[in-house]
């Protein structure tokens, strides 16, 4: 029994207790109380269905045609990692080959790590990992788009001091 109510195990109870004075004569004063039950259950489920956040979504054409093509050509490896074939719009303008220019980048990228046996052992080490992981292969064709990338130091990281970042936006 808590201010007067009885809170059965099982079922909580909620209630609200006023007290105070009930005259501005001191004398007079004395303790009121009000017990208010309620069901926590009705209580939190009229919560709930307030705060439910709709879950339509409206999609402009744009996204209904990504979506559509993600159905079409997802699938799942032996691992259940998601597989999903790169979405194209329709009609664009092929890529050309940029091999010559990401050869130029990559080539002063080597050089310069070069200087810093860490930096470009660390380089060496992620590229590879990359590779092995199936997330690049090494482009034959000299027709083939290369994506330009660089490596990006940050000395103050505890866990990964070099990251490469790839910029397939390059104009080259």
């Known amino acids: 029994m808590i ?3 009885q809170s059965i195990p099982g079922n909580p109870t909620a209630g609200w207790v006023l007290y105070g004075p009930t005259s501005s004569q001191p ?3 004395f303790a009121t109380s009000l017990h ?3 069901n926590i259950s009705s209580t939190l489920q009229k919560f709930w ?3 439910e956040v709709s879950s339509t979504v409206h999609l402009d054409p744009q996204n209904m045609l990504v979506e559509e093509h993600f159905l079409r050509t997802h699938s799942r490896d032996k691992d259940g990692r998601y597989i999903v074939a790169l979405p194209f719009k329709p009609n664009a303008t092929p890529l050309g080959s940029n091999r010559s220019s990401s050869h130029s980048s990559f080539e002063r990228l080597e050089k310069r790590l070069s ?3 860490e930096k470009f052992n660390s380089y060496q080490n992620f590229m590879t990992e990359y590779l092995n992981l199936g997330h690049m292969s090494i482009a034959t064709s000299t027709s083939s788009y290369v994506i330009p990338h660089h ?3 940050k000395e103050t990281s505890s866990t990964t ?3 490469v970042v790839f910029n397939a936006s390059d104009p080259d």
Request: net charge negative.
């Open 151 to 153: 490596a990006v130091m």
């Open 49 to 51: 269905e307030i705060e």
């Open 161 to 163: 001091k070099l990251r």
């Open 115 to 117: 200087k810093q046996p």
């Open 36 to 38: 208010v039950h309620c």
């Open 27 to 29: 004398s007079e004063s």
């Open 3 to 5: 201010d007067g109510i």
